[in-house]
């Protein structure tokens, strides 16, 4: 398509769920990154992927974060048992090379946790 | 640990007057170096970049920035100002040499007031 699509734009959820949230980059890119922004917050980077290739995933917070590109196409963003503290905007960002170059960003999904 | 910091974090003017954004970064090695602007209800996009030669780059909009390498500072400037400018102002950095995190200041939000 012609820009990063991410969905679901809002998702509410109660404490303890578990929630899924999809990237959908620009076709052809090679780079796909995730960043976490929470209120009045820059964007926090969580996790890169290079193809289907997982290079870093040193953002994560913990191990409910879970992130998986596995045709180097599509990404999801699974995060279980969310907590009150994972309430956030959560961006998607893909670049056509290698490496944190030129981003092209997704209008990100908002998690909120009640 | 890389940071980035941006002086300002609300920033009120008047359309004509003349804007500079402060962002600083503490890193030693060489870095590539972004202004981002998300316009209201907008994505994060890409308003300039610098990753080497002239230290003055101009990008969209009238904007540029300066990278001061003795500084470690990338300030953003725009002669005058319009309505139009409202927005939020990120710096980020990412290490020229492993550019997989971009790093993020927590950002500035500009009022430019008719």
């Known amino acids: 398509g012609a820009g990063v699509s991410q969905s679901p734009r809002y998702k509410v959820a109660k404490r303890g769920q578990d929630v899924a949230l999809r990237c959908d980059p620009i076709?052809?890119?090679?780079?796909l990154f995730w960043y976490q922004q929470a209120l009045g917050q820059g964007p926090e980077f969580l996790t890169y992927f290079q193809n289907e290739a997982q290079l870093d995933k040193s953002g994560l917070p913990s191990d409910r974060f879970f992130a998986e590109r596995p045709e180097g196409s599509v990404s999801t963003l699974k995060i279980q048992r969310t907590q009150q503290e994972d309430s956030a905007v959560y961006l998607c960002?893909?670049?056509?090379?290698?490496?944190?170059?030129?981003?092209?960003f997704g209008a990100g999904s908002r998690l909120t946790v009640l | 640990a890389q940071s980035v910091s941006q002086h300002n974090h609300h920033v009120i003017l008047s359309e004509a007057a003349s804007l500079e954004l402060g962002c600083n970064y503490s890193y030693g090695g060489t870095v590539n170096l972004f202004w981002y602007v998300q316009y209201p209800g907008q994505h994060l996009q890409l308003l300039l970049k610098?990753?080497?030669?002239?230290?003055l780059v101009k990008g969209i909009k009238g904007f540029e920035a300066e990278f001061i390498k003795s500084k470690f500072s990338f300030n953003l400037r725009k002669p005058s100002v319009q309505w139009s400018d409202t927005a939020e102002y990120f710096c980020?950095?990412?290490?020229?040499?492993?550019?997989?995190?971009?790093?993020f200041g927590k950002g500035t939000s500009l009022l430019v007031t008719p």
């Open positions: 610098y990753f080497s030669g002239d230290p």
């Open positions: 960002a893909s670049s056509l090379d290698s490496g944190a170059n030129v981003l092209t």
């Open positions: 076709s052809g890119h090679v780079s």
């Open positions: 980020a950095v990412s290490p020229s040499n492993s550019g997989y995190a971009l790093n």
